[in-house]
């Protein structure tokens, strides 16, 4: 059973930056699209980003666009989540998902079967 393991979370200042990563572990999953989402305590779950299986199609829900980029590194079976500008907003549970249907990058939930616990992060203002 593939299991998905994100790590990076933390405590950061607004304006700071945090580098999640995702270990896919058995890499099978790295052949599949996959995503991050988060989600805030009392909210609800919030897409972030996607990336195809290729790597050559990311997709990025609005608030990340221009401070968020997801890339991943099949070799080490690590998808990262690279976040600039944090905000206070950005404050929430991170997790990562994947699939093994044949999807691009998808932002909905449900098109993934696999999740990670998740790591949290926090921006103080």
């Known amino acids: 059973q593939e299991e998905l393991v994100e790590s990076g979370g933390g405590l950061v200042q607004a304006g700071g930056s945090l580098r999640l990563s995702c270990l896919a572990s058995k890499g099978v999953l790295m052949q599949y699209a996959m995503g991050w989402f988060r989600q805030a305590p009392g909210k609800e779950i919030e897409y972030v980003a996607s990336?195809?299986?290729?790597?050559?199609?990311?997709d990025y829900e609005d608030s990340a666009k221009g401070r968020f980029t997801i890339s991943k590194d099949d070799a080490k079976k690590i998808m990262y989540l690279q976040m600039n500008s944090l905000e206070p907003e950005d404050t929430a549970l991170y997790f990562c998902?994947?699939?093994?249907?044949?999807?691009?990058?998808?932002?909905?939930?449900?098109?993934?079967?696999?999740r990670g616990q998740g790591t949290q992060v926090t921006v103080s203002s």
């Open positions: 998902v994947g699939t093994t249907r044949r999807v691009l990058a998808s932002p909905r939930l449900d098109d993934y079967e696999y």
């Open positions: 990336i195809s299986y290729t790597g050559q199609i990311t």
